[in-house]
């Protein structure tokens, strides 16, 4: 059942509870049926042993700091039948088929914040999916968010979304333009943004696609937040700074030799190729404001037990170039950290209109339900059509993530990560530490 993320500690009493209670178990030995010597272990198992070593202190954080303590948790959760009587509270229908989950986030650093939740499945029909969101992070901080999803082909193979939203918060970090931005420059402007999409889907066993239409507009003023922006940018120069008004058409289609589960959640060994392309104009500006992107990634998967413990490198590339008279303006331009690239940095630690980044990754399952990751990579952004490129730009990243994995619409996530300065700043040293804690909205 989507929706149910929000009552994380539930969810987790399902699961961890009664493998913590197996492992108190004494295991019974095996009976030696044909008197021969038990096999030896196969490559998979030997090879899950490298990631162990190298990645062995940030495993047993994992294991003694956060799995030990989260499974005696659950047992008593489970015992005093928290679960169900969690659920009962937050959900209503027949089934639970309504239901309305507090949710909060904190990215140390910025505004922390708390919200609601509520979801409709169904909504009026039985193929329509129906989502709302609400943020509060005090004065000036307002986050509003809607989401309309009909299914149009069986086993969840097709759909056509509209969502929209209205967003605004004095927080958001800026760093500068371009390769060279570094973390000390850090300051903060107060943006706006109302933004409305549509788009629709389609998927098989092995490829899909999805074409996206949307119009937003966003607005860049002072903020009381930190050291103001405009104290310490010139931001006349910054094209789009202030105000940007944008419609875009996008398409995207990837092939993925894993098999598909039902929640788009491929697992095991195997290869995906993502490609996509979109272009945009200015609504007042036709003409001179208009822009075109591309880009793609390459990701590789090894699952070197059969058991999910899956061993991933992402190599990404995405370019904006102008068509017009005017440059790429800031609200288009590419931007690097946050949730989902380079997550030792806060999002927009890195801007411009080309990006490149590398990530390798271990996967593994806490739960049915939780997964955890050790990330590293490198990256950064460049001129168009990466122009400017050189290795010792790059910047790297690594850490820790643990996310819940039953709804593409909210998370809870947990993520624990550093980012360093770029290559050719000297020796390579940790200059931003990220701590997440909290839901995260999907859309």
């Excluded at 643990?402 to 200059?431: A, C, H, K, W, Y």
Aim: proline letters at 5%; hydrophobic letters at 40%; aromatic letters at 12%.
């Amino acid at each position: 059942m989507r929706g149910w993320p929000l009552a994380v500690a539930a969810l987790l009493a399902v699961s961890i509870a009664g493998a913590a209670a197996r492992a108190d178990e004494e295991k019974r030995p095996v009976p030696d049926y044909d008197g021969r010597p038990d096999p030896g272990p196969d490559a998979g198992e030997v090879l899950v042993w490298v990631p162990r070593v190298i990645l062995f202190p940030a495993y047993l954080t994992t294991e003694y700091l956060i799995r030990w303590p989260l499974g005696r948790l659950i047992t008593w959760l489970e015992r005093e039948k928290v679960v169900q009587q969690a659920y009962g509270i937050f959900t209503f229908g027949t089934g639970g088929t309504l239901g309305v989950f507090t949710t909060a986030l904190f990215d140390f650093g910025l505004r922390p914040s708390v919200g609601l939740y509520l979801f409709s499945d169904p909504f009026l029909h039985p193929d329509n999916r129906f989502r709302v969101s609400v943020a509060y992070g005090g004065d000036d901080w307002l986050s509003l968010g809607a989401k309309e999803r009909l299914i149009v082909a069986d086993d969840d193979r097709g759909e056509i979304v509209l969502r929209g939203g209205y967003q605004r918060r004095p927080d958001y970090p800026f760093y500068g333009v371009g390769p060279d931005a570094r973390q000390s420059d850090e300051t903060f402007y107060r943006l706006t943004r109302v933004e409305v999409a549509t788009s629709i889907s389609l998927r098989s066993a092995h490829a899909g696609t999805l074409a996206e239409a949307r119009v937003f507009f966003d607005h860049r003023d002072r903020s009381d937040y930190g050291k103001p922006t405009e104290d310490y940018f010139f931001v006349k120069a910054i094209a789009g700074y202030t105000d940007s008004e944008l419609f875009e058409q996008r398409l995207e289609l990837w092939v993925d030799s894993r098999p598909q589960g039902p929640a788009y959640d491929a697992t095991g060994t195997g290869v995906r190729l993502d490609a996509r392309a979109a272009q945009a104009f200015a609504l007042d500006d036709v003409e001179d404001e208009r822009f075109v992107r591309y880009g793609g990634e390459v990701s590789i998967f090894v699952d070197v037990t059969g058991t999910r413990r899956v061993l991933g490198l992402n190599v990404e590339a995405d370019t904006i170039e102008s068509l017009g008279a005017q440059p790429v303006p800031l609200s288009y331009m590419l931007a690097l950290g946050g949730t989902e690239s380079m997550r030792g940095f806060y999002l927009g630690r890195f801007v411009g209109p080309s990006a490149l980044t590398a990530t390798l990754d271990y996967r593994w399952p806490i739960a049915s339900f939780l997964d955890a990751e050790l990330f590293a990579g490198v990256g950064n952004v460049f001129a168009e059509r990466w122009e400017d490129f050189e290795i010792d730009e790059l910047a790297g990243h690594g850490g820790l993530a643990i996310r819940t994995n039953t709804s593409r619409d909210l998370s809870f996530d947990i993520v624990v990560g550093v980012g360093t300065r770029q290559f050719d700043r000297g020796p390579l040293l940790p200059e931003s530490f990220r701590l997440l804690i909290g839901t995260n909205r999907g859309f």
